[in-house]
């Protein structure tokens, strides 16, 4: 299995990990331009536990929550450089527009998701609540983000 693995894959890896006594550790996002906000919320995001699994999402499911120029970067690329990342140990690729049913595979200890957000909004809590885990948000990088690159990119163009 690489560190890019099938829903089945993401799943056995996360039983055997609890079954190890290791702290599973989800995060997500569409992570379309990787940037240095991204790899600092990814070190900490493993640093909460032993193991990370990164739930990516699709090309439509970016578009659909982005705008159709959007992805820059198709989901294999994206995939493909978060899963050479030292704090990421599977990347998942998920259609849906939210992460739940990857959270339902996974079954995290801990669920991590930028300050951007609050825990009531987030269609993860309930999910990853009922079986015990918890969802901990951090803290962004003051003005880097994939938004803002793709608008200085359009001012400079």
Request: glycine fraction near 8%; hydrophobic fraction near 40%.
């Amino acid at each position: 299995m690489g560190k890019v693995a099938t829903a089945i894959e993401v799943a056995q890896a996360a039983d055997q990990a609890r079954q190890q006594g290791k702290r599973v550790i989800t995060t997500n996002g569409c992570f379309d331009i990787l940037h240095i906000g991204h790899v600092r919320i990814l070190n900490q995001a493993r640093e909460e536990g032993d193991v990370l699994f990164l739930g990516l999402n699709s090309d439509a499911s970016v578009r659909r929550l982005k705008g159709p120029e959007r992805p820059i970067n198709n989901e294999n690329d994206r995939a493909e450089l978060l899963a050479n990342l030292r704090s990421v140990d599977f990347v998942y690729i998920f259609d849906e527009d939210t992460p739940v049913e990857f959270l339902k595979l996974v079954k995290p200890d801990i669920h991590i998701k930028g300050a951007d957000y609050t825990t009531g909004e987030l269609a993860e809590t309930p999910v990853v609540e009922s079986f015990g885990g918890k969802v901990k948000l951090l803290p962004l990088v003051p003005q880097k983000s994939t938004t803002s690159l793709v608008q200085k990119i359009k001012e400079q163009a």
